[in-house]
Structures are given as structure tokens and as C-alpha cells.
């Protein structure tokens, strides 16, 4: 039979029976009924153009089962809205993520089908954050049934509710373009007027119309110096306050004199105002500070960080009944209902229920955990297949995941040591040029000079540490940009310099050296049923699961089974052709078969049995496998003389077989945040310069007291916010152009750091002796630190100077 793709999805469509649907005269095959049911929804509201739009295959629809139906209508509840919706003037407006998107078509079909639903006002998509804009009529449509008709496509649909770190770098970016679009205008305008009178390209011009220009100036310059310099002061004065000098001090210093006296000169008369000065000098300074701001503000947009670990609310049962309450509100000794595929908001006892748990966030442990009443469970653990209700024991601050983020606090606010030795470098200096300057003007003025005043204006102009300042971001700017098209994000301006000294690289196993989910490894045929019909059978089972195993086979070619039964902490029954089948653990099957067991292999990972009323059938191992790139990264990193080390909270067996594979020898099993912690500032006792790479929630103590921290794009969001650098596509080979690239980044910022003082010690006499105008003393400060720019600029552009890495140079989505 020769093999098909599915229209809708592109994978295979060889069930037994076929799955068909006649569109436009031509016969479709479909791997299952969720796909030909979308495409009938699609063909149905006209929008088959998706189909000759669409450049990638589109996702695998999934029936929503009953427990995930009943979370989506619990999205309806007005103290679950209050979250993520806000009222507009034509309803309601909800911020969604969308999960499933593909490609460009994806979007139009979204934004066409969801148009046609019943109460949507509107609805967009942003294809890079892959953030939904729903607005719609409450009293037409309530919110669950429009994400119902999401999921009917095939995408997912939840609320999307953005935390404070990325609410604060969202005003600090939009409040620093609007700052810079102030001061270029300004500048502009300024220039416009200043330029003929200094080079008299107009001549004979009356007072009044100088006057006109000076006052125009003034105008022009003042939302220029108290709003777009606005920081520099505040900052000036902070620091001024703590006794820290920065090189605010001596800008805002020479904003403020320049300003003054332009306006004094402006309404007394007099010889000379700066109001071109100030402007330009102000616009160059925020383009340095904005290209800065620019690199965090894409780096912090994970999106929805906190929300995955933290629900904002819990459901308490009270007797028969159960309500719905904030989570801060949840008391020691409260009972709190989990449902399936819900995060625990608490640390607590199982009072009734048996369900697995996923707990990979916490412990780093892969595999799903069985957990029965009497268990203690922990906050940020996603539960499995069966409701659970938890008599609470700690809840809000309380909690393991608040301890760990609180260890991750208080590491994080300690300051590397190459950011303590540039403040002191950068304080020195500008204490020096604040001396210098007014030792100048008192020189001159002792001399009887008349520009006394401009001279000392030019000094401090001139000696403004813009490109000493500019010298490193600007470099870490450009390194990160290239670094970004080959999938490795630098989200902290020290990673990249601090990557230089780099002489032990430490990895967490799950999802960092192996893809952090259960696959097929090998599946052993025992009884008389071939391997395809073996796979088909489990699927067709294991569909009817919502079991973490169960998903291993799921989107595979199924056989219909029905009276599918699930039986708890056991596995599933089933009838197919008239005989009775069993999946699951041995022991669970054994019981229902009156045939000998097979005999049992010790190997790693999970065994799940496959067999008839009659006979073994087969035996599925499942385990999570290294990344196809680990074992050659592993390798390069040893051939650069760099130690690594596996340190993992998994099982010690399992550790030591995955470090054995890759060739790493030293490996540490079963260790909680606290020891990974423990572990990493030995190593630094012992003077090693660590990088910590890991994915987990339970990786973040050990990362942020790593001397560099790269998180897995596969990460939890919060661990990639955290984290100094994060890989964004997950190839691990990355980190060994990271380090290649880092090498020449110091060395960049050596010669912008030299260039940067030879223009200041060459420019400081000029400007003392009167031969610089404060005007041309701008353009100078701009021009040293546009010779640091284009250098830095380099970066992007050098080729890389050894051909060792064959990774695509793509990046991938942020998930936010």
C-alpha cells in the first residue's frame, strides 16, 4: 500500500479503515477524525484558501477532553477574568496566547474563522509574541465557547497576563522612544536655526531676528531638557545623594549649566546660547542608552512568566460544595480540589484521589509520579489524569516554589565582580573631569577670558564618557544580535563578557542534555502480532488516556478500539475484533492473562506491556533520549579544555548511564535546588569560572549562583527570564560559538575601551585651551562614539573563525 499523508497535518494516513472527505471533487485522506473534522469546519465557512496559503503543515487537532472542556468554562468566572480581561468601550477585551501557530496562514485563518463566530468584535494575532487580541460582546457570547471554537481548528488557546518585570521593561522602552523622538526633533529644529549663524551663511541679520531665533531656541530646547534628560537628572541626583558618581553627573551637569545660561543670555542678552548644543548633545546620549534598552526589551519578552507556576486562583471544597477563591486567600488546613492538567497553587497532604504528577519543575525528575492519599505534594506540580483534593499545609509565601525563588533573590542580588570593577572605573573618572572643569573655568576667568564659561562648557562636553560608556554595550549589542540568528540570546549585558574566563560547564539533564519527554525507544515483539499492528493497537488504546505516557502514543496511526476502560494506577483495557486488550505496567497486565509472563529485561527507562485475552503481544520501552547534538557538544567543549559536569535531580542510575553516553565523567544524581546550589559555590571556592545550562524551575538557585546561567528554550518561562543567556533552539552546539564569540567580543570592547581613552586624553587639552566650540565638542563626543559603534558593529559581520559548528543559522519563538 503505498503511503499517504494526511491533507491537513502532513502526517502518515495509514489507519485501518481510511479516513476520507470528497472536497471539490477530490478525495482526501485524513491520519484521523479531529483533522477531517477541521477541515470540514474550514471548507464549511469558506476558508479554503488556508490551504494555498499555508507555507508549513498545520498542527494535529486533539478532541478537548471533559476535564480540560470544564477548566475552559471555570475562564468565565468574573475572579478567574479579573486576571487577563478588562473592559473596552464595546465589551470585553482578553489577552490570549495561542498555541499551535505555523505559519503565516495560521493567523489568517484564525482571524477569519473567529470573526464569523457569534459576539467577536474583533480578533488579532501578533505572529512573533503570538499573543491574541479577543474583544467581543459578553452578552452575546461568553468567553469559553470562543476558545472552544480556538481549539476546533487545532490550536490552543489560554489567558495570557503579563508579570511586572515584563510590564516595567514594556514602559521603559515605549517611555525612552518617546524621550529620544523628543530629543531628535529638538535637535533638528535647533540646528536648523544655529548652523547658518555659526558658519554666516545669513548675514546682516537684525537683532530682533536673532532674538526671534534665540527665543525659538529656547522653546525648542526646553521639552528637550526637563523631559527627554529628565533621567539623567534624576539619576545625577540619586547619585549625588548615595556619593556614587556615574557619568550622569557630569551630563546632567553640563545640561543644566548649558541650558542656564542659554536662557539667561536668551532674556538679558548677551553673546552666545547652546540650546544646539544641549539638544544634540542630549539625542546622542539616548541613542547610545536606547540601543541598550532596545537588547533587554526583546531579551525580558518571555511572556507570561510567572502565571504557569503561581495560579492566581484555587478551587476550596467545603463539604458537598466548592467555590472558587483567590489564591493569597487559601488558608493552612483549607481542602483545595485539583483537577487534571491544573498547577498546584500549595504544598499539602492528598486528602482522596490518585493521580501522577509532574513534578519536573521542581525535583527535575522526568517521569510522571504516582501520588496517593497520605503524599505530600508540593506548589508549581502539574497534576496528571485524576482530580485530587489536598488538604493545604503551606500556601502563598510559604511554599518549596517560594523558597526557591527567594534563594534566587538573594543570589541574583549580589553583583558580579566586573560589574563592581566598571563602577569604580566609571566613578573615578568622573570625579576627575567634575575637578577638571571648574580648575578651568577659574583659570580662564583669572585670565580675563570672555568664553570662559563655553571653554569649561567644552571640557565637560568633550570629556563625557559617552563612548567609554557605549564601549561594552554597544559590543554585547552586536555580538547578541548574531548570536540571536544562531539561536543563543544573551538576556544580561554581562554573559557575554563574563563567558571569556568560562572553565567548567555544568548541565542539568532533563530537557537540557535530553529532550525532557517520554519517547519510544524499542518496542520487543513477543507474541504473533507483527510491530505496525502491535503500535496501532497501543494507540488506539492509549488514545482514550490522558496519562503523560499515554501521549507517547498519541498522533500515531490508531485502530479503533472500543469499550476502552481505564483502570487507575494500572492502565487501560479494551476490545478490538472481538478479543479483549490490555496496555500497561506487567504486573497490571499479568492479572488479566493466563499465560506465562515473558521474561523481563533490566534495562532503563519504562516497560509498558501490550497484550491480548491469549497472549504477550509486545513490550514498549519509553525514555527520555539525549539530543541529537549533546554528545558533539559535549566533545567540543572538552577539546577546548573546559570541564563539564552533569548535575541532575533524576535518579543516580539514569544519570550516570546518560553521562556515560555523552563522555562526561563526573555526574551527580538526586539533587535538590539547595545541593545543586551547594555544588556550584564549591566549585567557586575551588576558583573554577562556572556556566550552569539547565531547563527546570528547580535549575534557578544553581543558575543564578553560576557565574553564567544559559536556560533551554524548551525552559520554563521563568527560567529563561532568570537566566543570563537562553538557547533558544535548543541546540547545544550553540554554546560553543557563544564562547568563540565571546573571545572576540573582549577584544572588541579592548579597542573600543582604547580608543575611548586616547580621545579623551587627546580631545581634554583642545578643549581646555579654547580651541573646541561647545557645538563642535557635541559632534566629537558623537563622533568617538560612533567610531565605537561601527567597530562594534563588526561583530555581526566577522566570520566565525572556525567552521566547527554546522548548526542553521534560525532562531526560534520566544514562548511567552
Known amino acids: ?19 476520507t472527505l470528497k472536497l471539490d471533487g477530490q478525495t482526501r485522506l485524513f491520519c484521523c477524525q479531529g483533522c477531517k473534522a477541521v477541515c470540514e469546519t474550514i471548507h464549511s465557512e469558506g476558508l479554503t484558501g488556508f490551504y494555498q496559503l499555508r507555507t508549513e503543515p498545520a498542527v494535529t487537532p486533539r478532541q478537548l477532553t471533559s476535564s480540560e472542556l470544564d477548566r475552559l468554562r471555570e475562564l468565565d468566572h468574573p475572579l478567574v477574568q479579573q486576571a487577563f480581561v478588562s473592559p473596552v468601550k464595546a465589551g470585553q477585551e482578553a489577552q490570549l496566547l495561542i498555541g499551535g501557530i505555523t505559519c503565516a496562514a495560521c493567523i489568517w485563518l484564525l482571524e477569519n474563522h473567529m470573526k464569523k463566530q457569534p459576539g ?7 505572529h512573533t509574541t503570538q499573543r491574541a487580541r479577543l474583544v467581543w460582546a459578553q452578552d452575546k457570547a461568553v468567553l469559553s465557547d470562543l476558545l472552544v471554537a480556538i481549539h476546533e481548528l487545532g490550536y490552543t488557546a489560554r489567558p495570557y497576563q503579563s508579570d511586572a518585570v515584563e510590564d516595567q521593561l514594556k514602559a521603559e522602552h515605549r517611555s525612552m522612544l518617546i524621550r529620544l523622538a523628543v530629543a531628535g526633533i529638538g535637535m533638528f529644529q535647533s540646528m536648523m536655526l544655529a548652523f547658518p549663524l555659526y558658519f554666516e551663511l545669513i548675514s546682516g ?7 526671534f531665533f534665540r527665543w525659538f531656541g529656547l522653546l525648542v530646547a526646553t521639552p528637550v531638557v526637563f523631559y527627554s534628560a529628565g533621567p539623567f537628572f534624576r539619576n545625577a541626583h540619586r547619585d549625588i545623594k548615595t556619593r556614587h558618581l556615574t557619568m550622569d553627573v557630569p551630563v ?5 549649566l548649558a541650558y542656564l545660561a542659554s536662557a539667561w543670555v536668551t532674556v538679558m542678552g548677551g553673546e552666545e546660547v547652546y540650546f544646539e548644543s544641549v539638544c544634540m548633545f542630549t539625542f546622542f546620549l539616548l541613542l547610545g542608552r536606547y540601543i541598550e534598552v532596545q537588547a533587554r526589551y526583546r531579551a525580558g519578552l518571555t511572556g507570561n512568566a510567572l502565571a504557569g507556576f503561581q495560579p492566581t486562583v484555587a478551587t476550596r471544597v467545603q463539604g458537598e460544595h466548592s467555590e472558587i477563591i483567590p489564591a493569597h486567600q487559601v488558608q493552612p488546613g483549607d481542602v483545595v480540589r485539583i483537577r487534571p492538567g491544573e498547577t498546584l497553587p500549595v504544598d499539602g497532604t492528598i486528602l ?11 525535583t527535575g525528575e522526568y517521569l510522571p509520579e504516582t501520588r496517593v492519599p497520605g503524599d505530600l505534594v508540593h506548589a508549581g506540580s502539574i497534576n496528571g489524569e485524576n482530580p485530587l483534593d489536598i488538604k493545604v499545609e503551606k500556601s502563598g509565601a510559604q511554599t518549596r516554589l517560594s523558597g526557591i525563588l527567594r534563594i534566587l533573590d538573594r543570589v541574583q542580588s549580589e553583583k558580579p565582580r566586573v560589574a563592581l570593577m566598571a563602577d569604580r572605573i566609571a566613578g573615578k573618572f568622573v570625579g576627575r573631569v567634575l575637578i577638571l572643569a571648574p580648575v578651568v573655568w577659574i583659570g580662564w576667568w583669572l585670565a580675563g577670558a570672555d568664553n570662559a564659561f563655553d571653554i569649561t562648557l567644552s571640557v565637560l562636553v568633550v570629556t563625557c564618557p559617552c563612548a567609554l560608556s557605549l564601549a561594552t554595550p554597544t559590543a554585547i549589542t552586536s555580538a547578541t544580535v548574531k548570536l540571536r540568528r544562531l539561536g543563543f540570546l544573551p538576556t544580561r549585558g554581562h554573559a557575554l563578557e563574563s563567558m571569556n574566563s568560562i572553565d567548567t560547564v555544568v548541565f542539568d539533564k532533563t530537557g537540557t542534555l535530553t529532550r525532557g519527554e517520554l519517547s519510544l525507544v524499542d518496542t520487543h515483539i513477543v507474541g504473533s502480532r507483527d510491530k505496525d499492528t502491535c503500535l496501532r493497537l497501543a494507540s488506539g488504546l492509549e488514545q482514550h488516556s490522558e496519562h503523560p505516557i499515554a501521549r507517547v502514543f498519541h498522533n500515531r496511526p490508531a485502530a479503533a478500539i472500543d469499550r476502552v476502560k481505564n483502570h487507575l494506577g494500572g492502565g487501560l483495557s479494551g476490545h478490538y475484533d472481538g478479543q479483549a486488550l490490555f496496555i500497561g505496567h506487567r504486573d497490571f497486565v499479568a492479572q488479566h492473562l493466563s499465560a506465562s509472563e515473558p521474561e523481563a529485561e533490566q534495562r532503563s527507562g519504562m516497560e509498558i506491556w501490550l497484550a491480548s485475552e491469549k497472549e504477550w503481544l509486545a513490550c514498549f520501552r519509553l525514555d527520555d533520549q539525549p539530543r541529537e547534538d549533546a554528545a558533539q557538544a559535549v566533545k567540543a567543549l572538552q577539546s577546548l579544555g573546559i570541564r563539564t559536569l552533569l548535575l541532575s535531580g533524576d535518579r543516580s542510575g539514569h544519570v550516570r548511564e546518560i553521562a556515560d553516553i555523552l563522555g562526561i565523567d563526573e555526574a551527580i544524581g538526586q539533587a535538590s535546588p539547595e545541593q545543586k546550589l551547594e555544588v556550584l559555590q564549591g566549585l567557586k571556592s575551588e576558583g573554577h569560572q562556572v556556566m550552569m545550562v539547565g531547563d527546570g524551575l528547580n535549575d534557578l538557585p544553581s543558575m543564578a549562583g553560576a557565574g553564567i546561567s544559559v536556560a533551554m528554550g524548551t ?3 521563568l527560567t529563561q527570564l532568570k537566566a543570563d543567556a537562553v538557547l533558544l ?3 547545544l552546539m550553540q554554546l560553543v560559538e557563544a564562547l568563540d564569540t565571546s573571545r572576540r567580543t573582549r577584544k572588541i570592547i579592548r579597542q573600543n575601551m582604547t580608543w575611548a581613552l586616547i580621545y579623551n586624553v587627546c580631545a581634554l587639552p583642545l578643549a581646555a585651551a579654547g580651541l573646541v566650540a561647545p557645538w563642535l565638542a557635541a559632534i566629537g563626543m558623537s563622533l568617538s562614539s560612533l567610531i565605537v559603534v561601527l567597530n562594534a558593529l563588526r561583530l555581526g559581520t566577522q566570520p566565525r573563525a572556525k567552521a566547527r559548528i554546522k548548526a542553521p543559522q534560525v532562531g526560534a519563538q520566544v514562548s511567552p
Not at 500500500?1 to 479516513?19: N, S, Y
Not at 541679520?205 to 532674538?211: N, R
Open 715 to 717: 525552559a520554563a518561562d
Open 205 to 211: 541679520l537684525s537683532p530682533e531676528f536673532v532674538s
Open 120 to 126: 467577536v468584535l474583533s480578533f488579532s494575532v501578533n
Open 352 to 362: 482522596r484521589g490518585q493521580s501522577t504528577l509532574n513534578e519536573s519543575a521542581l
Open 252 to 256: 546632567a551637569i553640563a545640561i543644566g
Open 729 to 731: 533552539n535548543g541546540q
Open 1 to 19: 500500500m503505498t503511503p499517504v499523508d494526511c491533507f491537513h497535518c502532513g502526517e502518515p494516513a495509514d489507519g485501518e479503515p481510511r479516513i
